[in-house]
Structures are given as structure tokens and as C-alpha cells.
């Protein structure tokens, strides 16, 4: 069964339209707050601990990877860059 409720939440930053509240929040969450997470390598930053995680997953550098398996594993949420560089 298809849903062809249209949407009914609208963003109050770029009136872009949504279905669920809970997809308006997590929008605006990761495009227009303050950001929470910064790469500590590129410091691009994330509005979500898993926007970070997929930013480290798909860079190619091994900075990236080894930092993202740690995360993933170890369920690190800060990290010190210093660890990585010696290695």
C-alpha cells in the first residue's frame, strides 16, 4: 500500500515539507543547528554522532578508518588525534 499523505510539516528554516514530525526534527537536526561532532582530522562537522561515523566509514585515509573502527567498536565518542598519528 502505497501513502499518499501529503506532507504536512514544514521547516521553519527552508520550508522544505515533511510526512512525520520525527523527520522534520531529525532535518533540522542535521542541517540546520549548531553542529556537535567535528572530524578531528578534515574538522568537517556533523549534526549527528552517525552523520560522523559515516563520514569516517567512506574516507579512504587510514587517519579515517582506524578512527571509525574505533567508534564503532569501542563505542568512543571522543578521541584523541595524537593516538593516531605515531601509528
Known amino acids: ?5 501529503s506532507p ?13 514530525i520525527i523527520h522534520l526534527k531529525s532535518h533540522i537536526n542535521n542541517v ?3 553542529y556537535d561532532y567535528s572530524c578531528p582530522y578534515c574538522n568537517e562537522n556533523f ?3 552517525l552523520k560522523l561515523q559515516e563520514h569516517l566509514k567512506f574516507k579512504s585515509d587510514k587517519f ?6 574505533l567508534l564503532t567498536r569501542r563505542h568512543i565518542r571522543f578521541v584523541d588525534k ?6
Open 1 to 5: 500500500m502505497v501513502n499518499s499523505e
Open 8 to 20: 504536512k510539516f514544514k521547516c521553519p528554516y527552508c520550508n522544505k515539507k515533511y510526512r512525520t
Open 32 to 34: 540546520h543547528l549548531l
Open 47 to 49: 549534526g549527528s554522532f
Open 64 to 69: 579515517h578508518k582506524n578512527l571509525f573502527h
Open 82 to 87: 595524537k593516538l593516531f598519528l605515531d601509528n
